[in-house]
């Protein structure tokens, strides 16, 4: 695999982004999932010289964000920063945040 690491701030992209790359390695090599939704391999043809760039593990990861407090793991800065902060039920106290669905009440 020539090691190209893509970060997606949309789990869905990134999503689409695997299942694009595994459709097309598919069409040449065999592909075996080593954990399945995480990570894959792509294994090179068995009369092959060389490794071909395509072949090797694929693996999706989820960059998650520490609190600071207490260290659980968040899906964003805003949420990990509002874990141990009470202020996250007011909006207006988190810097940063223009995402107009956190004025509406769940
Ligand atoms: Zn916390």
Not at 33 to 52: A, R
């Given at each position: 695999m020539s090691g190209i690491r893509e970060t997606f701030t949309d789990n869905a992209e990134a999503r689409q982004d695997i299942a694009r790359r595994l459709r097309s390695a598919r069409?040449?090599?065999?592909?075996?999932?080593?954990?399945?939704?995480?990570?894959?391999?792509?294994?090179?043809?068995?009369?092959?010289?060389?490794?071909?760039?395509?072949?090797?593990?694929?693996?999706?990861?989820?960059q998650t964000f520490e609190c600071r407090e207490c260290g659980s793991k968040h899906d964003t800065k805003e949420e990990a920063y509002a874990c141990c902060t009470e202020a996250y039920d007011d909006p207006e106290e988190l810097d940063d945040v223009d995402d107009p669905e956190l004025d509406e009440e769940a």
């Open positions: 069409q040449r090599y065999d592909v075996t999932t080593l954990t399945p939704g995480e990570e894959w391999e792509i294994l090179e043809p068995e009369d092959s010289q060389m490794v071909p760039d395509a072949c090797g593990t694929l693996t999706l990861r989820r």
